[in-house]
């Protein structure tokens, strides 16, 4: 399994971004996708996760600002960012949970995309 994440660049306070990260490769189905991010010298926190039935969770800083959604028919996870202040600036990473059968039968991986590089200038 692959994510392909993008959508990241350069923008100013108060502006917006759209992340996308597709998902594609060998699975079943997917459980639930999720936005990470890591700032320089922080450690990597959840920002917003949704499940395969549309529930969302957000970490408190980004409520009301960011927007998380999951496209099942096109396997790709979205993120809305709007308002973007300053300290959203980092490496945004898409996860992925899903399940996929092997030749040791139905399992639940979890997968990583490549990071995107989300900038806000004050």
């Known amino acids: 399994v692959q994510l392909q994440a993008s959508g990241g660049g350069l923008v100013q306070a108060g502006g917006s971004l759209r992340l996308s990260c597709a998902a594609s490769g060998n699975m079943d189905r997917i459980d639930a996708m999720a936005w990470y991010r890591q700032a320089p010298g922080k450690q990597r926190e959840l920002v917003a996760r949704v499940s395969k039935y549309g529930s969302a969770d957000y970490e408190d800083s980004v409520k009301g600002r960011f927007t998380i959604s999951l496209d099942n028919a096109k396997k790709t996870v979205y993120l809305q960012m709007n308002s973007l202040k300053p300290e959203d600036t980092a490496v945004y990473y898409c996860?992925?949970?899903?399940?996929?059968?092997?030749?040791w039968g139905q399992g639940r991986y979890g997968y990583w995309g490549q990071g995107t590089l989300v900038t806000v200038s004050s």
């Open positions: 996860n992925a949970d899903v399940m996929r059968t092997t030749n």
